[in-house]
């Protein structure tokens, strides 16, 4: 604690962007010097000195730049901590230092860029009005359902020699690739698979494979890459493809017994699936109107590091070796907004909770660790959730908070249902 009487001065407020310039004179910059010096005191060395006996004067003459930058972190912190005490606002990310104008013993200003939390206070969260959309499950759903299962689990089989193809086949080919009756270099295909009943990536070539058998080569031309080429397909295989029937070992692969369980399952999946959507839908529209109603400015730099995060969890679930070679320039403008609404509901959860009083207690912190680790079926999973819970506490604990919040303005709002 220096005890000097700085002198500073808002110069911008822009959202939760907050600039003051401050200025030193005369004692203080003396002051502040005399601790600089103090401090390197402790750590430089010169010939003849013992650590920590060097003169200041020489330390001064010596070495200049350390003592001004010494001075100038010395002022920045007790300016700082004077426009925290006086303002009673406080950083959320290092404070950032601009414009130093410095000459010793005579002249020392600096500007503080600090950006703080938004101050608010939260409107409109009671009484929303929000649209539930209730869907109810058909017959026709439910056999949808179990016709994606069984397309799913469909198996190509291979047709009888002489079968010639038809549109409902799938065949494997070699193809050759020719121009100007030039064989074209690399331009050899192996193993390409053709369904016939689909649009193909080279005109022609279903057309010319149609009625062939296995063993058979045909060839086509066609326009190719805007160049007239010719094409020599070697027929490999010719396949049908195979929907597995309901029958008992489809049914013990779903686990059931019969039709008619695995028709009371499919409902069930589609009833919860449609339950979820609908809570989501719910969730979104309580969002939505927070955000319309409430005007919140946000930190730059916190929405640049909810941004890296949003990326860092998109590279995780790519969960490829290409990912190393994303940018996350060819993501921002898409990251942006998400971040963005992230944090104002946050920052409105948490600010709702205090307004109405909403916490979480230690108890219902150690009540719903156990609830996590009782879901979980090895050692190892519930060694590393109680270590989370550990390490994270705080983080664990607000997002309690939030949830617990969330459901308040859910039980105050108006929940219209709507069947659709």
């Not at 601790?35 to 020489?58: D, E, I, T």
């Not at 689990?153 to 009888?160: C, S, T």
Request: aromatic content about 6%; overall charge negative.
């Amino acid at each position: 604690m220096l005890g000097l009487n700085k002198k500073y001065k808002k110069v911008k407020e822009e959202g939760c962007v907050l600039v003051f310039e401050g200025n030193f004179v005369d004692k203080e910059i003396v002051d502040i010097e005399a601790n600089a010096l103090m401090k390197l005191q402790v750590a430089v060395s010169l010939p003849g000195f013992r650590q920590g006996k060097v003169p200041p004067h020489m330390i001064k003459q010596q070495f200049p730049s350390m003592v001004k930058e010494e001075a100038l972190d010395i002022a920045a912190k007790a300016l700082l901590e004077d426009i925290a005490n006086n303002e009673k606002i406080y950083p959320v990310v290092s404070p950032m230092v601009s414009d130093v104008a410095y000459e010793p013993g005579k002249k020392l200003s600096l500007k503080i860029t600090i950006e703080v939390n938004p101050k608010f206070e939260p409107q409109k969260y009671e009484n929303l009005k929000v649209t539930k959309k209730i869907k109810k499950i058909t017959d026709e759903d439910v056999e949808n359902y179990i016709k994606s299962i069984r397309e799913y689990n469909a198996y190509l089989e291979a047709v009888p020699q002489e079968t010639p193809i038809s549109e409902s086949h799938y065949v494997i080919v070699d193809y050759e690739v020719y121009e100007n009756g030039i064989k074209v270099e690399n331009g050899d295909v192996k193993g390409e698979i053709i369904d016939m009943s689909s649009p193909q990536g080279i005109a022609g070539m279903s057309a010319a494979i149609l009625g062939a058998k296995k063993g058979e080569t045909k060839e086509f031309e066609t326009e190719f890459d805007s160049k007239k080429m010719k094409f020599v397909v070697k027929i490999n295989e010719v396949k049908r493809k195979v929907v597995p029937e309901i029958d008992e070992k489809f049914l013990k692969a779903a686990g059931v017994s019969s039709q008619e369980e695995l028709r009371t399952n499919v409902r069930k999946i589609l009833e919860n699936e449609s339950n979820i959507n609908s809570e989501k839908e719910v969730i979104k529209q309580i969002e939505d109107s927070l955000i319309r109603d409430n005007k919140i400015p946000l930190p730059p730099t916190v929405v640049e590091e909810e941004i890296k995060e949003l990326f860092e969890v998109f590279k995780r679930r790519m969960n490829t070796q290409s990912d190393q070679n994303l940018n996350i320039k060819d993501y921002y403008s898409s990251l942006k907004p998400i971040a963005e609404r992230n944090l104002k509901i946050t920052y409105l959860l948490h600010n709702i909770a205090r307004k109405e009083n909403i916490a979480v207690s230690d108890e219902d912190y150690k009540k719903e660790m156990d609830k996590v680790i009782a879901s979980l079926k090895n050692e190892d999973e519930i060694k590393k959730a109680k270590e989370m819970f550990e390490t994270r506490k705080s983080y664990v604990m607000a997002s309690m908070v939030e949830n617990k919040t969330f459901e308040f303005i859910k039980s105050k709002a108006e929940i219209k249902e709507e069947n659709i």
